[in-house]
């Protein structure tokens, strides 16, 4: 299985600090890390297949030979983009870069064009994801959400602490089952802060998390007073 159903992972790197992530990586073993290679080498292969088709349209390259230019042989130092400039002419010049560019002159360049796109898409798509929970004592909270793709930043915000007014557990009907999810009201919003709201973990994970939260993000706070009082 190279997905799983959402896990949580605990991160406390300091007592007034800790991470709460919730995610559909599966625990580390050596056929998911064999998948995993199988996916990489899927989609490199697939991603240069793409630019290659893309690259014999742009050149113009047909059946009858590649684009006239002269064969210059490589300076003596032979930079990187030199040693690519002879890789690529070589490859247009071969059976299989002739065959590439005939199938690209073949189709009509809108439909090159948008089949390219959704292929670089799916290339970038993301097999697993994550959502975090950063609680930093006396400072705020951060949630993080990790982007559909490869090509997008993760959306992150970050809430004070004087802006937090609670932390609890809520619940709600999606469909006919109901579900739990952690909120952050905020002060002076209307709508609160979901936590976790694409992946939506079980109860359990829910209330570790809100647990843990509430602990580390106030905890001290009532011996704070009670020291105050008899100051």
Same mark, same amino acid.
């Given at each position: 299985? @190279?997905?799983?159903? &959402?896990?949580?992972?605990?991160?406390? &790197?300091?007592? /007034?600090?800790?991470?709460?992530?919730?995610?559909?990586?599966?625990?580390?073993?050596?056929?998911?890390?064999?998948?995993?290679?199988?996916?990489?080498?899927?989609?490199?292969? $697939?991603?240069?297949? /793409?630019?290659? =088709?893309?690259?014999?349209?742009?050149? *113009?390259?047909? $059946?009858?030979?590649?684009?006239?230019?002269?064969?210059?042989?490589?300076?003596?130092?032979?930079? $990187?983009?030199?040693?690519?400039?002879?890789?690529?002419?070589?490859?247009?010049?071969?059976?299989?870069?002739?065959?590439?560019?005939?199938?690209?002159?073949?189709?009509?360049?809108?439909?090159? =064009?948008?089949?390219?796109?959704?292929?670089?898409?799916?290339?970038?798509?993301?097999?697993? #994801?994550?959502?975090? =929970?950063?609680?930093?004592?006396? $400072?705020?909270?951060?949630?993080?959400?990790?982007?559909?793709?490869?090509?997008?930043?993760?959306?992150?915000?970050?809430?004070?602490?004087?802006?937090?007014?609670?932390?609890?557990?809520?619940?709600?009907?999606?469909?006919?089952?109901?579900?739990?999810?952690?909120?952050?009201?905020?002060?002076?919003?209307?709508?609160?802060?979901?936590?976790?709201?694409? =992946?939506?973990?079980?109860? #359990? @994970?829910?209330? /570790?998390?809100?647990?843990?939260?509430?602990?580390?993000?106030?905890? *001290?706070?009532?011996?704070? #007073?009670?020291?105050?009082?008899?100051?």
């Amino acid at each position: 299985m @190279i997905t799983t159903a &959402p896990r949580l992972r605990i991160r406390r &790197p300091s007592p /007034t600090a800790a991470e709460f992530t919730v995610t559909t990586l599966p625990p580390s073993t050596l056929s998911l890390r064999l998948g995993r290679l199988i996916l990489l080498v899927l989609r490199i292969v $697939l991603a240069a297949a /793409t630019v290659l =088709l893309l690259h014999a349209r742009w050149v *113009g390259s047909t $059946l009858a030979g590649p684009r006239s230019r002269p064969s210059t042989p490589p300076p003596p130092a032979l930079s $990187l983009s030199a040693a690519l400039w002879c890789a690529l002419d070589a490859w247009e010049r071969s059976p299989t870069g002739l065959l590439f560019a005939a199938a690209a002159a073949r189709v009509p360049l809108p439909v090159l =064009l948008s089949a390219g796109a959704a292929v670089f898409y799916l290339v970038g798509l993301r097999v697993h #994801k994550y959502e975090s =929970l950063l609680v930093l004592r006396g $400072l705020g909270v951060q949630t993080t959400e990790s982007p559909s793709t490869y090509f997008a930043r993760a959306a992150t915000r970050f809430i004070p602490t004087e802006k937090i007014q609670d932390i609890f557990v809520n619940e709600a009907f999606r469909g006919f089952e109901v579900r739990y999810y952690l909120v952050v009201v905020v002060e002076g919003e209307e709508n609160v802060v979901v936590v976790f709201p694409s =992946l939506l973990p079980r109860r #359990k @994970i829910v209330e /570790t998390v809100w647990r843990g939260a509430r602990e580390c993000l106030y905890e *001290g706070r009532g011996e704070e #007073k009670g020291q105050a009082a008899h100051a």
